[in-house]
């Protein structure tokens, strides 16, 4: 029962992994750079809905959609500001605007709400589900996770396959110039994706913080640098990669801090992060990239 | 004519970057000795010195072998911490500080050498951002062993163990690692004057190794990886010796920071440190060496310098960071640089034609 309990536990923490994955992947497929400051966007959308909660008393389905709403306006105004003249630089140049964004959104939050710990109340108020006579325990949030990681899967993968938008967006990240040729508003594109993918961020901040209820301004960073990890570990620039890299970090970290030792729970998954790049390069679902001389 | 001038660059380089390490030691010694510079400056010289000789050294691999390191730090740490134990199972045997603080920082860049060989080979077959997120892991694991890691000298010798102090079974003996605790027990040893020295001896050795026949094929090797290759250089060889060099020397300058506080946890040496010294060495300018000595004090001293700001003033270094990085690099900026070069380009010719 404890390792299904641990395999619940590890697909809840990796769903989370995989949303905020998305935002990575989606950015770095479209505008191949790293978005260092997307793991703080978790932290902002955290924030809101905890204020929304907390202060203006809302009901938890607005404070999420405050928070999505907050934070896609943050996204399109950081990538407008700090990116956009960045776009033809080399990608270290917009790295380091990335952390010096990090910075930026690390101590305004600092500023506005302190750095003592704000306690996350659940936004979904429910008991947890006792099966097997009391044995298995689920929470209500794991499943409220795992349910939305895979919805928004399913809601993006139609969104970049069916709609011109989406369609649109893919062209762009395989060949921006053929595809500014092609009609297509590069900058628009891009703009969106960031849109896309720090409503998701949002979406994760608080699921994160649903599960794991303490909030400081540092909250989106460790998540941020796991997520990451977890979209190169599926492949970069790949949807489903970031899906399955997710996931598989989730059950991964859960698995040795229960089974190995919790202390070196992060190193374990770094380990195997580093031996399946060493097999396999370009991450799982990663493609291979030809060199031309 | 055109080798001449060639050295007379490399001669230059030299001049300049020797010359601001010791006209600043110059000044900075006798207005530290009479009391001149407030605690809090005093005490963050040795700090400077030895995040500049991060920053040469990251410099080296970012700037010279154009791989991007995200775990920088992680070398540090083991540089460190093999520093602090080797100062305190000496503290016997070599009385002398100074003898016992260079034999530390020699043994923190050995260590940190064999880790950079170790973690070189797997790393430098990847390229690019992959590479960059394996760096990453790497610092991040150096991080978490460390962490769990107890050690204990007596007087049978070292004592290790990754569960915790009691498991050492030492006899009488002093406790030198204590897990997340980090090290505690350190006699401070580093000086203003250690911190220059190691300057120097960092600059020696990367100015002459980016001058030598192995740091130019290490440029080649940047400039086009294939194109070295096909002339027949050995690309891992070089890679791998670069990023040894560059990983030792952050070991010594790890070992030398420890030495600087009387406790240090293994959490000082995390992701942030990594990216702080990238920032230093891309604000320098990659390739750069003078420029990461100025851009890593001039940095390093903002925020302290940003006090009376109080609590904006990280806010103020974001923002400072944020709008350099656009100043150099945007679009419009370059655009408008131009314009303005050329404009004076334009009036100086006119002057001499007029003149």
């Known amino acids: ?293 | 004519m055109k080798k001449t001038r060639k050295l007379n660059k490399f001669t230059l380089t030299n001049i300049k970057a020797y010359g601001i390490v010791i006209l600043a030691f110059i000044i900075l010694y006798p207005m530290q000795s009479a009391g001149l510079i407030s605690n809090s400056i005093s005490g963050q010289l040795v700090p400077i010195c030895t995040y500049i000789v991060m920053a040469i050294s990251l410099n080296l691999t970012v700037g010279f072998l154009g791989e991007l390191s995200l775990g920088h730090a992680g070398f540090m740490s083991v540089g460190a911490f093999t520093g602090v134990i080797t100062a305190i199972c000496l503290q016997n045997a070599v009385p002398a500080p100074a003898l016992r603080l260079l034999i530390a920082i020699i043994a923190g860049g050995i260590f940190a050498g064999i880790a950079g060989l170790v973690i070189g080979i797997p790393v430098l077959r990847l390229r690019g951002d992959y590479l960059a997120i394996v760096t990453l892991a790497f610092g991040e694991i150096i991080k978490n062993i460390i962490n769990c890691l107890y050690v204990g000298v007596d007087a049978s010798g070292l004592h290790i163990s990754m569960t915790n102090a009691d498991a050492l079974g030492m006899v009488n003996g002093q406790l030198i690692l204590n897990g997340p605790q980090g090290a505690v027990g350190i006699t401070k040893m580093a000086s203003l004057t250690a911190g220059v020295i190691l300057i120097l001896f960092t600059l020696f050795v990367v100015l002459n190794f980016v001058n030598s026949k192995t740091g130019r094929a290490v440029t080649a090797i940047r400039d086009n990886r294939i194109a070295a290759e096909s002339v027949g250089i050995g690309v891992t060889r070089y890679k791998l010796t670069a990023f040894i060099i560059s990983a030792a020397l952050a070991g010594m300058a790890g070992a030398l920071y420890a030495m600087n506080f009387s406790t240090i946890a293994a959490k000082k040496f995390d992701f942030n440190t990594s990216i702080l010294i990238l920032v230093f060495v891309v604000l320098g300018g990659m390739g750069n060496i003078v420029g990461s000595i100025i851009a890593t004090a001039l940095l390093y001293m903002l925020p302290e310098l940003l006090r009376g700001v109080a609590d904006y003033r990280m806010l103020v270094y974001a923002i400072v960071l944020i709008a350099v990085m656009l100043a150099t690099n945007s679009e419009k900026a370059k655009q408008l640089w131009e314009r303005t070069s050329f404009k004076l380009k334009n009036n100086k010719e006119k002057e001499r034609g007029e003149g």
């Open chain 1, 1 to 293: 029962m404890t390792f299904i309990s641990n395999l619940i536990n590890g697909i809840s923490l990796g769903s989370v992994y995989a949303i905020i994955a998305l935002g990575y992947t989606m950015v770095y497929g479209i505008a191949k750079m790293l978005n260092f400051a997307h793991g703080d966007v978790i932290m902002v959308g955290a924030y809101i809905s905890f204020c929304a909660t907390t202060y203006l008393n809302l009901p938890p389905v607005v404070s999420v959609l405050l928070a999505m709403a907050v934070c896609t306006v943050l996204g399109v105004v950081i990538e407008g500001l700090a990116y956009k003249p960045l776009r033809k630089a080399s990608s270290l140049a917009v790295l380091i605007t990335a952390i010096g964004v990090s910075y930026f959104l690390q101590n305004v939050a600092l500023l506005i709400w302190g750095s003592a710990p704000k306690t996350f109340s659940s936004i979904v108020p429910l008991d947890s589900i006792a099966l097997f006579g009391g044995k298995l325990i689920i929470t209500v949030e794991s499943i409220v996770t795992v349910v939305a990681c895979i919805l928004i899967m399913i809601l993006l993968t139609l969104f970049t396959k069916k709609t011109r938008m989406g369609k649109g967006m893919r062209a762009v990240s395989e060949d921006k110039d053929a595809a500014e040729l092609m009609g297509i508003n590069v900058n628009v594109s891009i703009s969106v994706t960031f849109a896309i993918g720090s409503a998701l961020a949002a979406i994760a901040g608080v699921l994160l913080c649903s599960a794991y209820p303490v909030l400081v301004p540092t909250t989106g960073s460790m998540p941020g640098i796991k997520a990451f990890t977890a979209a190169v570990f599926g492949g970069i620039g790949s949807i489903p990669g970031a899906m399955v890299g997710g996931i598989l970090l989730g059950i991964i970290e859960i698995f040795s801090k229960s089974y190995i030792s919790t202390a070196l729970s992060d190193a374990i998954v770094f380990a195997v992060l580093i031996v399946v790049l060493l097999v396999k390069p370009t991450g799982i679902l990663g493609k291979k990239i030809m060199e031309k001389v």
